[in-house]
Structure formats: structure tokens, C-alpha cells
């Protein structure tokens, strides 16, 4: 039987690979910030040692953007020296590694959707920190797969679709941000193509992007949702970046091409708004 260490296995996306990954004929051991530190290099090398894995799926990630700029070595302990340690251990087991990154590897200011060979500039602590933890990973020797991601939201963790639907069950007009540009996806889509590209086991080392098909803002984003929803006494106002004063910097674009994983892999997401008329079909009209 095939074995995976399911890392970040109590995430918004590593729940999502469980439920997937359930019942398929893999042996699944899950862990998580509370059985595992994935910073503590001895504390990895044991546990996963002990279990052996034929692949391990990283789904653990700080990824608190704001909280990054001050919280730098938390995020980098996470996303950077965590990833170096999995990355360690799955060299010495033999193991593949699947490890998600972002499209805030990027600086945003491309005006076409970015291809994988795309030279990374990240604006922010956290996109450098995921950036650190994809060289990391490149550099161990560890046979690997890296998937960028862009704007994921699921039912079991904060994002945006349910902070719009809350807000709009609260308020008669909300202002959200019209001049970032990304894809939504949804990360069930997302864990379909991680067991696609684990049952189909054609590691190549390689960065693929990975998001549903096609491109919004933030904006049209949430006048979909409440459509989609039905929330229609809510009105969605556009407002510019500079509305929001955040700490971290946000790239305006994000738009990830997906065409590598499609030729190398078959693997093409539906489109976004599909996507969340699927989300709003698996979890209901309501959010608690």
C-alpha cells in the first residue's frame, strides 16, 4: 500500500486532500502543528522515519501575509526552514514531495499571466519566505513537485468567500479592493490534481502553477459571491488598494498561466466561477 505523510493535514487544503485521498487505498498518516513541528529538523527526520512515507504532501504554511512583516522569523520557520527539513528527510527515505507555494512569489507588476520561468521578486516577508522554501526544496536533491496557488478558499478555513458572505449578511454595502488581480481557487480542485499527480506518478522536479481557469479582482470576486449566494441585499463597492493600508504589500496581478501542468499532467481546473458555484453547491447557502 502505498504510504503518505500528509503535512498541515488539519489545514483549509489539508483537509481537503484527506477527503479526497479517503477510501482510495492509501495509507495516510496526518500531521499537523500539534503532533509535528516541521522546524525542529530531529523532530521530522523521527517522525517520518518512523512512518516511511512513498510521498509527502506539504500543505503547512504560515500564512498570516500582514502578520509576516513583523513576524518574520515565524513565517521563515514555517515556510522556509520547515520545508528544508521535509525536503531532508524525504531525500534520505526516497520519498516525493509535494509542496504548495504561491503566486506571491511575484512582484505583481507583469500586465500577462506568469509562466513558471518567471523570474520570482517578492514584495512582501511572506512571498519570501515561500520563495526561500521552493530553493530549499530545488536544492535538496529530493525528488519534488512544487504547485504555486493563487487566492485559495475552502469550507474548513478563513478566506475571503466566507468573509464576503459574513460581511454581507451584516452590512448593506461593502467596499472591496478593484485593482489586484488574481484567481480564486478552490482548494478541492486543487486536492484532485495532487491525487492526480500522485497516482499518475511521473515526478519531473519541476514548478507548476496551478489555479482555476481564468482571472478576476478581488472586486468582481465578491459581486460574484453574493450572486452566487444569493445575498442580494448586499451592495459590493470597488475601491482602489490605497482605501486599505496594510502592512504587507499586495502585487496588483497574480494571474498564474497554467499551461505546463496541462500539458505534463492532463490537468486543467474548471474556470472560477464555476468553481464557486461548486463551493456553494458542497457547502449550502449559509455560513455560521
Not at 512582501?124 to 526544496?137: I, M, P, Q, T, V
Not at 454595502?173 to 491525487?195: L, M, N, R, S, W
Request: proline residues 3%.
Amino acid at each position: 500500500m502505498i504510504k503518505i505523510a500528509l503535512i498541515g493535514s488539519t489545514g483549509m487544503l489539508g483537509i481537503d486532500v484527506n477527503a479526497v485521498f479517503n477510501g482510495m487505498g492509501f495509507l495516510i498518516k496526518n500531521f499537523n502543528s500539534k503532533n509535528l513541528d516541521i522546524a525542529d529538523a530531529k523532530v521530522v527526520h523521527e517522525a517520518l522515519c518512523g512512518f516511511n512515507p512513498d510521498y509527502i504532501i506539504n500543505c503547512a504554511a504560515y500564512t498570516d501575509v500582514d502578520g509576516a512583516e513583523t513576524e518574520k522569523e515565524k513565517a521563515n520557520a514555517v515556510n522556509n526552514i520547515g520545508v528544508q527539513n521535509l525536503a531532508d528527510a524525504a531525500l534520505i527515505l526516497g520519498a516525493k514531495i509535494i509542496h504548495l507555494s504561491t503566486d506571491y512569489v511575484f512582484d505583481g507588476t507583469k500586465r500577462s499571466p506568469y509562466l513558471e520561468e518567471d523570474a520570482p521578486n517578492p514584495i512582501n516577508e511572506y512571498g519570501l519566505s515561500k520563495l526561500n522554501g521552493e530553493r530549499a526544496l530545488r536544492k535538496s536533491g529530493a525528488s519534488h513537485i512544487i504547485l504555486r496557488t493563487s487566492w485559495l478558499y475552502g469550507k474548513n478555513g478563513k478566506n475571503f468567500v466566507n468573509t464576503i458572505l459574513k460581511l454581507a449578511d451584516n452590512r448593506k454595502k461593502v467596499e472591496v479592493v478593484a485593482d489586484q488581480f488574481g484567481c480564486p481557487t478552490y482548494t478541492k480542485d486543487v486536492a484532485y490534481a495532487i491525487f492526480k499527480i500522485i497516482t499518475k506518478d511521473n515526478f519531473k522536479n519541476e514548478v507548476y502553477h496551478l489555479t482555476n481557469f481564468g482571472q478576476t479582482s478581488w472586486y468582481e470576486f465578491a459581486v460574484e459571491i453574493v450572486s452566487v449566494f444569493k445575498r442580494v441585499n448586499c451592495e459590493i463597492l470597488p475601491v482602489t488598494s490605497d482605501k486599505f493600508l496594510r502592512p504587507a504589500k499586495r502585487p496588483t496581478y497574480g494571474v498564474l498561466d497554467n499551461s505546463k501542468i496541462k500539458g505534463d499532467y492532463d490537468i486543467e481546473l474548471r474556470p472560477w466561477k464555476d468553481a464557486v458555484k461548486k463551493y456553494c453547491n458542497d457547502i449550502g447557502y449559509f455560513i455560521a
